[in-house]
């Protein structure tokens, strides 16, 4: 069993920047791979970034690529969404997910365990 609490969502302007974090629960975290999907008002869940369970192989959305960075910090049972030249289109709510997956997925029914999510609005 694992939990995600997310947080380090709020407002920014245009081209700003914040920092995600997920905080996991329980001993097996480093076994499982971790993404991050967002959901915007009146649109699905998109992909956005995903990690492997070692940290040593990642991916993004081509719409985040160059301007995001996921990492994983095992000792704190933490993983992290960088997000740098922030756009308004980027408003929405972001969740992390984990996954019993031995390299990296990106679709939502990959992942076991998900988060309630953090707010991120990004003003003009």
């Known amino acids: 069993q694992v939990q995600l609490v997310e947080s380090g969502g709020g407002l920014v302007q245009a081209g700003g920047s914040l920092r995600l974090s997920c905080a996991a629960s329980?001993?097996?975290?480093?076994?499982?791979?971790m993404g991050w999907f967002r959901q915007a008002p009146g649109k699905g869940r998109e992909f956005v970034a995903a990690?492997?369970?070692?940290?040593?192989?990642?991916d993004y959305a081509d719409s985040v690529k160059g301007r995001f960075t996921i990492s994983r910090d095992s000792a704190k049972n933490t993983v992290y969404l960088q997000m740098n030249s922030l756009k308004p289109e980027d408003t929405a709510v972001y969740c992390c997910a984990a996954g019993l997956i031995g390299g990296l997925a990106y679709t939502p029914g990959d992942y076991h365990y998900w988060g309630q999510g953090t707010q991120v609005t990004v003003s003009s």
């Open positions: 329980g001993r097996t975290f480093r076994s499982y791979a």
């Open positions: 990690i492997n369970w070692s940290g040593d192989n990642t």
